[in-house]
């Protein structure tokens, strides 16, 4: 059984939106793409950008420090300056609140 971790209300988080929690200490990244909910590390591992403040293009999240490129379902490193995929956490939907598990 994972922990789940309250992010927002599905009103909140509508399609298009994001928004980062602590999960012990790890910040994660939660988006909406399109009515689905996916979320990702907030960390690039190329140099710690906050991945969450870049632009999103489709599936796809830009670093804002140096342009990495990273698949918001997969966490597929997809351009450079990185080189390591990011980690991914399961998100689900209980009773109008999305919930991602932390642990
Ligand atoms: S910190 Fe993300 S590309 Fe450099």
């Known amino acids: ?10 009103d ?31 960390i690039c591992p ?3 950008g906050e991945l969450a403040k870049g632009v999103l293009e489709g599936e796809v999240i830009v670093c804002p420090r ?6 918001v379902k997969s966490g597929s490193v997809l351009g450079p300056p ?5 980690r991914t956490f399961s998100v689900r939907v209980v009773d109008g609140r999305v919930q991602v598990e932390a642990g």
């Open 1 to 10: 059984m994972g922990n789940w971790l309250d992010v927002a209300s599905t």
């Open 12 to 42: 909140e988080l509508a399609p298009g939106m994001r928004r980062v929690v602590d999960a012990d200490g790890l910040a994660v990244a939660v988006f909406n793409l399109g009515g689905e909910y996916f979320a990702i590390q907030d």
């Open 46 to 48: 190329h140099d710690g």
């Open 66 to 71: 140096h342009g990495a490129r990273f698949s």
């Open 82 to 86: 990185a080189y390591e995929d990011i």
